[in-house]
């Protein structure tokens, strides 16, 4: 069972930005794709990124494209979320998680992910 750890949530102003880190434990890192999702209050979770599991093909929400940039180092077990230009709405709790099938290209779905972290709590103030 692969755990995974995020960090870097926080408190930032409008227009801000910030880096999530999610750290994987095991070996198999490298074979997964990965995802980052999120979860505003009253609201269901949402996909926001994923990335193939060699980092080459990427998928981002439309709601973030062009602010938001998922990347991974196989090398330290670990996926970014790079969060530019935040917004209110930014605001949730931000989770990452595994593909369920080691080497598929990313997908945008919860059900193809089965492994999750806590989560980290991002609160853009307006």
């Known amino acids: 069972q692969v755990q995974l750890v995020e960090s870097g949530g926080g408190l930032v102003q409008a227009g801000g930005s910030l880096r999530l880190s999610c750290a994987a434990s095991g070996r198999t890192f490298g074979s997964y794709a990965m995802g980052w999702f999120r979860q505003a209050p009253g609201k269901e979770r949402e996909f926001v990124a994923a990335i193939s599991w060699g980092g080459r093909v990427t998928v981002h929400a439309g709601s973030v494209k062009g602010r938001f940039t998922i990347s991974r180092d196989n090398a330290k077990n670990t996926v970014y979320l790079q969060m530019n230009s935040l917004k209110p709405e930014d605001t949730a709790v931000y989770y990452c998680?595994?593909?369920?099938?080691?080497?598929?290209?990313?997908?945008?779905?919860?059900?193809?992910?089965?492994?999750w972290g806590q989560g980290t709590r991002v609160t853009v103030s307006s």
């Open positions: 998680a595994r593909h369920r099938q080691s080497f598929t290209t990313p997908q945008a779905q919860q059900v193809d992910f089965d492994s």
